[in-house]
């Protein structure tokens, strides 16, 4: 059984990442970034199992498109969650740079995407007992589709 364009796309960008080894320095020595499947409830961990990325299918538009296709617009959102530690936002910025740079080396996601590029960016710090910072990238992948059968 074939699976839906959006689970493709999505396990696409998580291959892209996990090849790519992301770290992040911490205190003057590089920690590795884990890569989790699935988001943990409200976008909270353990400060001990961080840095950690994650990534879900967020948003998607459907248009037609030519000859019998539907451009199917993916928004797949990134969230890179930070280390408590003095330079949280540092280690939030090499997350980014290492998730752009990463997704643009892939390519067309092995033949998947037509167009892949970051449309945006937001960033959240808790100054409470400790620093915690998140940020979110968001990315449009754009692919097309046969009309009668969005499992490409």
Not at 19 to 28: K, L, P, R, Y
Not at 63 to 89: C, E, F, H, N, W
């Amino acid at each position: 059984m074939a699976d839906h364009i959006s689970k493709r796309v999505l396990d696409a960008v998580l291959s892209a990442l996990t090849t790519a080894n992301i770290s992040v320095m911490i205190g003057g020595v590089p920690v590795a970034v884990t890569l989790i499947q699935d988001p943990p409830a409200g976008n909270k961990m353990d400060p001990s199992q961080l840095p950690v990325i994650f990534a879900f299918a967020a948003r998607e538009q459907i248009a037609p498109g030519a000859a019998g296709y539907l451009q199917r617009d993916l928004q797949v959102t990134i969230m890179l969650l930070a280390r408590p530690a003095s330079k949280v936002a540092a280690q939030l910025f090499e997350m980014q740079l290492a998730v752009e740079k990463a997704l643009m080396a892939s390519g067309d996601l092995g033949g998947l995407a037509f167009d892949l590029y970051p449309i945006s960016a937001d960033q959240v710090l808790d100054r409470g007992e400790a620093v915690h910072g998140t940020r979110s990238i968001d990315f449009l992948i754009r692919c097309a589709v046969p009309r009668g059968d969005p499992s490409l």
